[in-house]
């Protein structure tokens, strides 16, 4: 097969890809009576990149998973950090009061007080959200 090509090489009949295909079987051939042809033809003929592969390679998205572990430990710190906080606060703003004194929550109360609570965890897990977003 190279002796073939090298004929027809020699001779100007080889279309682009025939020396190309021939450089390549040079490149692969390490018998010694090739070298001067592969010293000859292998420089004209140099072996490109697959263009095509890094065309693909750089159009997929890049640090995808990452940005979804990023969210996720975001949201459990996020999580975390407003229990604890709810707990500190329930533990150090009760002051000790007398049972006589103490009175019960109305429906309403109760119901204000919970979308307060979760007011404030919609804003907490929207400003970590928000730097997760600056940091990229």
């Known amino acids: 097969m190279i002796d073939l090509l090298l004929y027809k090489y ?15 079987l040079l490149r ?3 018998d010694p009576r090739y070298e001067a042809d592969r010293r000859l033809i292998c420089p004209l003929n140099p072996k490109l990149p697959d263009f095509g592969a890094m065309a693909d390679k750089a159009s997929k998205p ?3 998973l990452s940005r979804r572990i990023m969210r996720y430990v975001a949201s459990v710190a996020v999580v975390v950090a407003f229990g ?15 049972n006589t ?4 929550m109305t429906v309403e109360e109760a119901t204000e007080q919970a979308e307060m ?12 959200y928000e730097q997760i977003e600056n940091l990229q």
């Open 28 to 30: 692969n051939n390490s």
């Open 117 to 128: 609570a979760f007011m404030l965890f919609s804003t907490a897990i929207n400003r970590g």
């Open 10 to 24: 020699y001779n100007g009949e080889t279309s682009k890809e025939e020396e190309s295909q021939l450089a390549e």
């Open 62 to 64: 890049r640090f995808q």
């Open 84 to 98: 604890a906080l709810v707990m500190v606060i329930s533990n150090n703003s009760q002051p000790a009061v007398d």
């Open 101 to 104: 004194m103490a009175h019960e």
